[in-house]
């Protein structure tokens, strides 16, 4: 296996092609914020320490490489379409490589079953390990240049020498870049057959391998300038060089495509969010890539996931494939030959506060007698003890009851016009909310300098995590909207109260949403994962599975949290990136966690659960967290029902979810699930969801912590014909 070359150009002193630098109108360039964080908050160092301090700059938290951060940093990280890990096992140190058809993917516990209750990837078959013979003993792993969307895998050799990997979402190859180490490429799953292939271009070689699993992958190798390489296979699971390079470039496919050829020797090294807008109801927004290296197409490959492809622009069909590669939770991801994925979608610039619904003919109006039974429940909901009940140990519950109360105060302001009720609640959900916003609640927060970020001062089990990141967009969406909704009302009254928090809020914002990955407090865009579309709600928390996310209505919450305060501080930036984000989650939602019954995405022994459950990055289970009644596993994706569910949770999915899931079991719920259920009914058939609120039988036992009959009864009859 000759890969003799001397005419190539070293990938070192390749071009580099880089994104378009933001302009500073872009939304993307424009910061919530760029104060240090409030002095409120003390200061602490996290007990999890990452492997390298990255010149102390904020490291994702729930990103997609977060795995390569924790404990023995050898549990997989996911770019899509294939996984990766640090290898420690002997005989094959450096980087493993694997990708998981569907035909591969595991159900139980009764694989038979329609619907599975779960399915997943296998885990730790090292289809490929990119070492060298210079890692005798286990090298070192960092990640550097972390970005949002992109890292460095740097393997350090004890003795001598480093093998680069970059870590960007969609990469179409694996690459590996060697410097002055000597190659070995190895395989637990065995060498079938290596053979040498034609060469797509001028200092490049093509090697073709088959495993003893009967796949087929392809491996490209430009050696730099002046340099050479001989590699031969050693035995069956070793392929070793000749001796030492630097800068040799290794690219790892899986398959045998000539649109592989058209890529090879362009790889992606960074991913950035450009050309951010909001124009009437389309949003539009590029990841632009930056690419090392040169290519027969003057591109690279990069692989789009289902969601991605709906809402791409005409200008991406010529970069189309026919190549495209299973994902084990994703569908199946379509190669693109280019360096820039450009996006158009619809968004929600329309939905504010007033009750929006997505069934085709209805229009929002308040009949005397609706608004009569809204007035009856909000004159004894608006004496409820706010501060008492939101005087809990923990941000989350405390979020919800917050705004719950908000909810009430927008209906006595705008749906009953009635000041009395609202001058009598107002000033409770004020004081309420100050106690958090100065800090002053039972497990106050900390800024934590190691991460960076704004954490509980609870341990990893307290408040579902929130210490060790979990969960921030949840509980921080809820306390946002809840002073969103009391800043306007009182901005309207003439006050300036948001100005006593603003500060506080922004923290909190900038927590889980930061924008750029030049904030020296936040890393940029914790939660959100612009490649994959929603939210990972798991933090600094190794998982064999991957990241995480169970309540995917909670995810779009936190995003519509940031646009209504947005509209509050007239921050348009945040509005419109908050705008983008929720027509993305419209499609991702309904494309990996929303099951209708024409779903085409998740396996089809799946869909009839209706909804994923917990879906990982290598696995999905229908249950939750917290308990596997149906009630639970359904409703968490559903809560809470607000202005803005309807945009995600469409009429057909809601009836369909009813019909087969939860008509069934409704009537053996008596308790805040059932009050979930109803209003979540008020998605396609408001008049039963009024019926059931205002009728004789109703309780306030079946209302969720988080939930009002004010509310219930304002949403349902907005759009009943009662």
């Known amino acids: 296996?000759?890969?003799?070359?001397?005419?190539?150009?070293?990938?070192?002193?390749?071009?580099?092609?880089?994104?378009?630098?933001?302009?500073?109108?872009?939304?993307?360039?424009?910061?919530?914020?760029?104060?240090?964080?409030?002095?409120?908050?003390?200061?602490?160092?996290?007990?999890?320490?990452?492997?390298?301090?990255?010149?102390?700059?904020?490291?994702?938290?729930?990103?997609?490489?977060?795995?390569?951060?924790?404990?023995?940093?050898?549990?997989?990280?996911?770019?899509?379409?294939?996984?990766?890990?640090?290898?420690?096992?002997?005989?094959?140190?450096?980087?493993?490589?694997?990708?998981?058809?569907?035909?591969?993917?595991?159900?139980?516990?009764?694989?038979?079953?329609?619907?599975?209750?779960?399915?997943?990837?296998?885990?730790?078959?090292?289809?490929?390990?990119?070492?060298?013979?210079?890692?005798?003993?286990?090298?070192?792993?960092?990640?550097?240049?972390?970005?949002?969307?992109?890292?460095?895998?740097?393997?350090?050799?004890?003795?001598?020498?480093?093998?680069?990997?970059?870590?960007?979402?969609?990469?179409?190859?694996?690459?590996?870049?060697?410097?002055?180490?000597?190659?070995?490429?190895?395989?637990?799953?065995?060498?079938?057959?290596?053979?040498?292939?034609?060469?797509?271009?001028?200092?490049?070689?093509?090697?073709?391998?088959?495993?003893?699993?009967?796949?087929?992958?392809?491996?490209?190798?430009?050696?730099?300038?002046?340099?050479?390489?001989?590699?031969?296979?050693?035995?069956?699971?070793?392929?070793?060089?000749?001796?030492?390079?630097?800068?040799?470039?290794?690219?790892?496919?899986?398959?045998?495509?000539?649109?592989?050829?058209?890529?090879?020797?362009?790889?992606?090294?960074?991913?950035?969010?450009?050309?951010?807008?909001?124009?009437?109801?389309?949003?539009?927004?590029?990841?632009?890539?930056?690419?090392?290296?040169?290519?027969?197409?003057?591109?690279?490959?990069?692989?789009?996931?289902?969601?991605?492809?709906?809402?791409?622009?005409?200008?991406?069909?010529?970069?189309?494939?026919?190549?495209?590669?299973?994902?084990?939770?994703?569908?199946?991801?379509?190669?693109?030959?280019?360096?820039?994925?450009?996006?158009?979608?619809?968004v929600p610039s329309n939905i504010s506060l007033d009750p929006y619904s997505s069934i085709d003919g209805v229009s929002l109006s308040y009949s005397g007698n609706v608004l009569q039974k809204i007035r009856d429940a909000a004159s004894s909901e608006v004496n409820g003890d706010v501060e008492a009940e939101s005087n809990v140990d923990s941000m989350y519950f405390a979020g919800k009851v917050l705004a719950k109360y908000a909810w009430i105060l927008y209906v006595t302001k705008y749906v009953l016009k009635d000041d009395g009720l609202t001058n009598t609640l107002l000033p409770k959900v004020k004081s309420a909310i100050e106690r958090f916003s100065k800090n002053q609640q039972q497990l106050p927060l900390s800024y934590d300098e190691t991460w960076k970020g704004i954490i509980s001062t609870g341990d990893s089990s307290a408040d579902f995590g929130n210490s060790y990141y979990n969960d921030h967009h949840f509980h921080y969406g809820y306390h946002v909207l809840s002073s969103a909704i009391v800043g306007k009302i009182d901005k309207e009254q003439g006050g300036n109260w948001v100005d006593s928090v603003k500060g506080w809020v922004n923290d909190l914002a900038r927590d889980f949403a930061s924008t750029s990955d030049d904030d020296q407090y936040f890393p940029a865009f914790r939660s959100f994962d612009w490649y994959n579309g929603h939210s990972w709600a798991k933090g600094v928390f190794a998982s064999g599975d991957g990241k995480d996310q169970e309540s995917s209505s909670e995810d779009y919450n936190a995003y519509y949290s940031l646009k209504i305060w947005a509209d509050v501080i007239n921050d348009n930036s945040l509005k419109q990136r908050s705008e983008i984000m929720l027509g993305i989650l419209n499609h991702s939602i309904n494309h990996y966690f929303l099951l209708a019954d024409d779903n085409n995405t998740q396996p089809k022994n799946f869909i009839k659960n209706k909804v994923t459950g917990i879906l990982f990055e290598n696995k999905v289970d229908h249950t939750t967290y917290f308990g596997n009644n149906l009630e639970y596993i359904q409703m968490i994706h559903a809560i809470p029902v607000t202005s803005f569910s309807s945009f995600i949770r469409k009429p057909k999915f809601c009836k369909e979810e009813w019909d087969q899931k939860l008509k069934g079991i409704v009537n053996n719920v008596n308790d805040g699930w059932k009050g979930i259920i109803y209003l979540n009914v008020a998605l396609f058939d408001p008049n039963s969801s009024w019926n059931f609120f205002s009728g004789d039988g109703f309780k306030n036992d079946y209302l969720d912590g988080g939930q009002s009959k004010t509310w219930s009864l304002t949403y349902s009859g907005a759009f009943a014909s009662a």
């Open 1 to 346: 296996m000759n890969t003799h070359n001397k005419s190539s150009s070293a990938p070192s002193s390749a071009p580099t092609h880089s994104s378009p630098v933001n302009s500073k109108d872009d939304i993307f360039s424009a910061s919530i914020s760029n104060d240090e964080p409030l002095s409120i908050f003390s200061r602490s160092k996290h007990p999890v320490n990452p492997p390298a301090n990255n010149d102390s700059k904020p490291i994702g938290t729930n990103k997609f490489y977060s795995n390569m951060l924790l404990e023995n940093q050898n549990n997989a990280v996911w770019t899509q379409p294939y996984s990766l890990w640090f290898s420690k096992d002997e005989n094959y140190h450096g980087l493993a490589v694997h990708h998981v058809p569907a035909s591969s993917r595991v159900s139980g516990p009764d694989a038979g079953a329609d619907p599975v209750q779960f399915f997943f990837g296998p885990n730790g078959i090292k289809s490929f390990v990119f070492g060298s013979t210079d890692f005798n003993d286990t090298p070192s792993l960092s990640l550097e240049n972390i970005k949002h969307m992109s890292a460095d895998a740097k393997f350090q050799s004890k003795s001598q020498g480093c093998m680069t990997v970059p870590l960007v979402q969609g990469q179409g190859f694996i690459t590996s870049i060697y410097f002055n180490l000597i190659p070995k490429l190895s395989s637990a799953v065995g060498f079938a057959s290596v053979s040498g292939d034609k060469s797509p271009r001028s200092g490049i070689n093509k090697y073709k391998i088959g495993l003893n699993d009967g796949t087929t992958w392809v491996l490209y190798v430009t050696i730099p300038n002046g340099q050479s390489l001989d590699l031969a296979q050693k035995d069956g699971n070793n392929i070793v060089g000749s001796n030492s390079v630097n800068g040799a470039v290794f690219q790892l496919v899986k398959g045998d495509s000539g649109v592989y050829n058209d890529a090879a020797g362009s790889y992606p090294t960074r991913a950035h969010l450009t050309n951010g807008s909001v124009s009437d109801k389309t949003g539009s927004f590029s990841i632009s890539y930056d690419i090392t290296g040169s290519s027969n197409s003057g591109k690279t490959l990069l692989f789009a996931l289902p969601h991605q492809v709906d809402t791409f622009t005409s200008d991406m069909d010529s970069a189309k494939t026919d190549l495209k590669l299973d994902t084990i939770t994703k569908g199946t991801a379509t190669a693109y030959l280019t360096d820039t994925f450009k996006f158009s979608l619809n």
